[in-house]
């Protein structure tokens, strides 16, 4: 079982739905990191977080610490949000970044 | 005015040589790493550096050595190279210490492919 699990692992969509999407993790963590890669491969960081929620336009990151699960939400999805969606945990000890193996998400127009 | 330069963008090689892989960030950060996508586009760190000191250096065989020129430098040498060292290679800066809660910054990586 991997320390980072993310659900679901492929997601189709229409334009304009509401998007969310997890990771669980079952080790103690200082923080957490949401990425994005593009179909062209480029990775972008999203948000890095170690409590509550952060909001980047249409993009919400929610953490529950006690319950080890994140969630990343896409308000009015658009075809260019179509990407794979990566959480990576940083463990308590700082020393460890561990990653999921992506969300990939596909926007329909 | 690219953030995190890689260069090459694609290296294709055959089994046994040895190659490098060359990382600039014009960012200021202090710290960079090295990460390997696999064809299953799972991400994994191989190493970090502090200040060009090397921070972390996860289970990486030894044909793989980073070296750090300065603090703005992280290339990565491989020797010998195997065919399941084929998949793209991301380097990333972040401000301050490793894995600290900083967001990083990555390149656009370097697809290696050994034949």
């Known amino acids: 079982k991997n320390e980072v699990e993310q659900s679901p692992q492929n997601l189709t969509a229409q334009e304009g739905e509401f998007i969310t999407i997890n990771c669980s993790y079952s080790v103690g963590i200082s923080a957490l990191h949401w990425l994005q890669q593009h179909p062209g491969g480029g990775i972008v960081s999203l948000f890095m977080?170690?409590?509550g929620k952060k909001k980047h336009g249409r993009l919400i990151a929610t953490i529950n610490i006690q319950e080890k699960h994140s969630s990343l939400h896409i308000t009015a999805s658009h075809p260019r949000d179509s990407a794979v969606y990566i959480c990576a945990v940083l463990e308590t000890s700082g020393s460890r970044l561990t990653f999921g193996e992506g969300t990939q998400l596909t926007v329909n127009p | 005015d690219t953030a995190v330069s890689q260069t090459p963008k694609y290296l294709v090689t055959q089994m046994g040589n040895d190659k490098s892989i060359k990382c600039e960030q014009n960012?200021?950060?202090?710290?960079m790493y090295w990460y390997k996508q696999d064809s299953k586009k799972f991400l994994k760190i191989m190493f970090s550096y502090n200040n060009k000191e090397l921070i972390i250096n996860e289970t990486v065989p030894n044909r793989f050595s980073p070296k750090s020129p300065d603090k703005a430098h992280l290339n990565l040498h491989i020797n010998s190279l195997e065919l399941g060292d084929s998949a793209v290679y991301f380097c990333?800066?972040?401000?301050?210490?490793?894995?600290?809660?900083?967001?990083?910054?990555f390149g656009p990586g370097t697809r290696l492919t050994v034949l």
């Open positions: 960012l200021g950060h202090d710290t």
């Open positions: 977080l170690s409590s």
């Open positions: 990333a800066s972040s401000p301050t210490g490793v894995f600290s809660t900083d967001t990083q910054y």
